[in-house]
């Protein structure tokens, strides 16, 4: 490892790479020594507005000289290779979620890589949402006693385009699994998955036999009872909640709007304004806030956390949900992992 | 009927009697004719307070003369008597929810009731609540569009006497059973339920073979998904939210305070102050609501909403998800009424 | 006094009249005597609507037997000489503001009652409003420190017709006058005035020489400073908000809403519904407290307040408010009353 | 000017030095080419860790080659030479306010550089914060038809230790004239100010002579009324709102928390977090603005808002409230600039 900072290859140009290319440009303890992407025009483009190099291929990218981590932004199908050639140069990863969208997949992968010790981080961004994260914080400093209930609300603005959501691995793998993931930030051994799923709204997504709508109920070992809300879209933006209720009290993370301005008119009072319209802006912080971490795992030689269980587990969860919506029944998942 | 007041006759002198004598004394179109307990002395502090006479006996009160209707308050287990009582002196019948723990037998008490004309109202007081009642209005004048999704969060402040709860037929069929019949308000036809319950944090209620805490999963005939979450405690006291959610916006009914002051010091900043603390305080005026609507049915000869069929409606649904908890699966309800 | 309920005569049977007609015959401890207003038809009205009987005279009003208190909800012009005559018969007072418009002849009616140990009660009902009479507690309880600022924000929904705003005396004494109580609710002891006019609006206030928008601060003995803030108009209804601000922290009474829905639209999120449109509805509460409050002081022997010293020292602040705006100065009333 | 970057130097390495240190630096299209500090120390560590290099005096600062612009954020009695070295050099001048504590010494610099074209831009960094920025916007939009009447509160958590105040000017030219300013970001043409001052808190500010408690009434040139209220201390936080009052309704700029989470237990419910604590917190997006907004305005050859009679416009507001506040009479300030 350089004594100095951290370099960085950057695997993926695409939006989520744009923001993951910038925040390690601004990163004081990381430089972002090279940006690989098969569509070699955009890599440039991002390379040439961060002021590094782009190359076309992974080979390339895993050549350059002084490398001490990577990060991973590449479509989903390429992750679990990167993830072996980037455990195989003995370079720390943060690999964007999910790891995969088939389970034995990345059960095999866990397996090949099992002997090593470079610390792998996934891409879980919403743990590091400042609200959610204070809620947690504030749960664990007993400030609101035993959790009970917790309840998460996540709706999209709009579906994604048909092409994305056809190889998306269903609205439980592609959507949900940032909220069973969050669940699990609260509650890590969760034991039972009942999903259900409606197509309301779009006809395109009914025809991939996926749901445009679902509602997803968790319990923890405990007992806890986790309720997760999802749609594909949502009228007034994206909306991203949370509610942790416990035996002395609740905790919960609204949505943020642009400014804290409200409006007053005949028609109605205290209007706030639009929230945050999606993910970009929303978990804009949480970007920074999960690279930080994952630079300071590396520093520290902590495991970073989530770690890949924790993609595993989420994944193992959407399984199940898929499968609990189809059956109408609910899926035990003691002892999926 | 009297061309004047219409005369009422009111079963019960408990809490919710209490509640039904005030309004009903205070209700420009109804006179309280007669106030009947076997606790008499219960009954008659309540007409000394409210300028009536008490009886002990049902036949003393419906031998009463001029009687227009009655308001059945007493215990669950004379609802049904008393609802054909009534029916058999042509009285208009308000009785509190639910009908009978026992679904048979409410299906019995329907048959033999099944040829009258009169009208038969259920005291699913929230149904009355301003914030519920303006959530549906709007969403019917379509200020949100299509609904697609519905979030009821109901959590009492405390559980009742272990004694009341050993007969209250469980958590579903008594607390539930309200958010139940919230749900058929804004989405009548209830196909499917899903069921989960847990005890947290009461060992009485554990010894019942109850649950403390509960979350249910309804699918209404379009596809929508509803989600009641409910506690039998609450340490910031009466929770009582719904959210509906439709196609082009949603609109969320929240809890009441006492009054609008906010509070700001070195913890934190714009506290409200702690909710209206249960049922009696955060319904008032819905049940006042709900008699004046009652007393128009009586008047303009409209069969009075929510009715006998909703009152059973409610019960089907709180079996099922008493079932579906029990077995771990979805209930199928349709044509189950 | 009679042993049981408290006889009460009306005088007025207006807008105000109709409010505290409707409470005397509300309250458990009242009974409304008689209602007196020349304009007899509509006091006759009034009379139905609440089992009592009209007159047309005062006079009559007073011959009423058995008569314990008066409620004065008539015209300005007439306050100080019912006033008088009830204090000549031994009636408890409850007045509404303004005693009167001028204030020597206040001074001289003061002069004339001193005598009198008949309690006497001004109607200022924003003390008694939940949210400002929880915040003055509540201050008054420690919970906020010393009281250093008061920012009272006092807006109506629309200007009076210019017939009742000729007679009103202007903006300060008409309007104003309930916002200088209130600062003497939390401060009693004003000692300078400066007031601010301006007219933005509206073409008929400004050719009456009056004032549509105003801004009025007061200075308290221990050197608290007072800002109030009034217009005539306001779009989005009646705005009557506070803020106590103490060395230890703030609290703060925003207005009232029909209910606590929000909406989310495409437009804006978390809007309220308007606020309730006016006095009627927003000081609903107060008037019945404030009412109860007269029974009270006059059942347990105690001075009513606010009284009608507090009536004299508002009037005395609107004086001088008058005064300032003209004159562009800051007027010292210390020693005024 | 230089093609590329442009290059500014920056006086002072205390406090608000630093913000604009690191605004600089990671500005996109600025060069931070030198720190100058008379405290050498200082200046370094700041050079040190924003990649420039510290000198002790302005004219090596000024020798610095190629330079574009300055940046004044050194104490206010430096600001007037500075600016006139800078605009005798042909730089830009971004200058904290005030320019200084005395009049005519603002008005003699104001003459001296009057021939010249150089941009001077004034460190209101307020009229930067997204949420005044926008209120300001959506009224210039017309979304509140015509502005009647603002108010401004703002309140410091603590006050700045004694020796800053003994040199602060007070607390008009010291911190009111912020509130000033934004007034004058609202409504430029101001005609009257009426000032009152209070020592509630403060032993050491009473000896100085000075308030720690102020309200401020401004009247605009069409009658506008706008109030600032002040203290030096804040018991949760640093208060900074705005409401912007219309003919057709209202924006209100409320305080900001680190998130937005909300807290609920026995004592309270929905309960925000602390305000963030100080203007380096809070106008942190607002520094940055006003630093692009001053790149913006070099690179396209716009004169720069608020500019060098802005900062003179709220400083002869501040002497008029000063004046005021001792006099107790409202002061004329037409034609003052």
Not at 216 to 222: D, H, P
């Amino acid at each position: 490892m350089s004594t100095d900072r951290l370099r960085v290859a950057l695997f993926g140009s695409g939006r989520i790479g744009q923001v993951h290319a910038r925040n390690i440009a601004a990163h004081p303890g990381l430089d972002l020594a090279v940006i690989a992407d098969p569509f070699l025009e955009g890599a440039s483009r991002l390379a040439d507005a961060t002021g590094t190099t782009a190359v076309q291929s992974a080979e390339e990218a895993f050549s350059t000289p002084g490398l001490d981590a990577v990060v991973i932004g590449s479509p989903t199908n390429t992750h679990v290779q990167l993830i072996e050639s980037a455990v195989g140069h003995g370079l720390a990863v943060l690999c964007e979620k999910p790891i995969d969208l088939d389970l034995p997949t990345v059960r095999a992968c866990r397996e090949r890589i099992a002997g090593s010790s470079v610390p792998i981080m996934l891409g879980f961004n919403r743990r590091f949402d400042p609200a959610f994260a204070s809620v947690r914080q504030r749960l664990e400093a007993g400030e609101i006693g035993t959790l009970e209930q917790l309840t998460i609300i996540s709706r999209d603005p709009a579906p994604a385009p048909v092409g994305y959501l056809t190889a998306s691995g269903g609205i439980f793998r592609d959507m949900t699994i940032h909220d069973l993931d969050m669940a699990r930030f609260f509650v890590p051994d969760i034991v039972e998955v009942s999903a259900h799923g409606s197509t309301l709204f779009s006809e395109e997504i009914r025809e991939l036999g996926d749901y445009d709508t679902a509602v997803v109920t968790l319990r923890g070992a405990r007992g806890e009872l986790i309720t997760i809300t999802n749609s594909r879209h949502c009228a007034f933006g994206y909306d991203q909640r949370l509610e942790a209720f416990g035996s002395d009290g609740m905790l919960a993370a609204g949505n943020l709007t642009a400014n804290p301005v409200r409006s007053y008119g005949a028609s109605g009072t205290e209007q706030a304004g639009p929230y945050l319209p999606f993910f970009l802006e929303r978990y804009q912080d949480a970007y920074r806030a999960e690279l930080d971490a994952f630079a300071t795992a590396i520093r520290t030689g902590t495991a970073p956390s989530p770690g890949f269980d924790d993609g595993m587990a989420a994944l193992v969860l959407a399984e199940a949900a898929t499968e609990s919506a189809a059956a109408g029944k609910a899926v035990n998942v003691e002892g999926s992992w």
